[in-house]
């Protein structure tokens, strides 16, 4: 059974850093893409990077050169650090996994960004 666990998120005041964490388990398979979406209250769930097996990397506009994705093939992992946080950064923060044909997601860090 694939699981996604995310491990990172918190409170954090306007201008500060996080970094964001997910272990993929319960696969042999390799993994496709892999990529970190947020979802604040009222809102659709967003798109926020991703990055493939190769290291080719996209982010969404509101970003802005803030966040860097990463990922450790060997060890399945995915990784999210932000930097110069701001209060409409705040949300649940989902990692997502794309496994054959078939996405997997974790159960969501919250963040949040005090003004």
């Known amino acids: 059974q694939v699981q996604l666990v995310e491990s990172g998120g918190g409170l954090v005041q306007a201008g500060g850093s996080l970094r964001l964490s997910c272990v993929v388990s319960?696969?042999?398979?390799?993994?496709?893409?892999m990529g970190w979406y947020r979802q604040a209250p009222g809102k659709q769930r967003d798109m926020v990077a991703t990055?493939?097996?190769?290291?080719?990397?996209t982010y969404a506009d509101f970003v802005r050169g803030r966040f860097t994705i990463s990922r450790d093939n060997a060890k399945n992992t995915v990784s999210l650090q932000m930097h110069s946080l701001e209060p409409e950064d705040t949300a649940v923060y989902f990692c997502n996994a794309q496994i054959l044909l078939d996405d997997y997601w974790g159960q969501g860090t919250q963040v949040t960004v005090s003004s």
């Open positions: 990055v493939s097996p190769g290291g080719s990397t």
């Open positions: 319960g696969t042999t398979y390799s993994i496709f893409n």
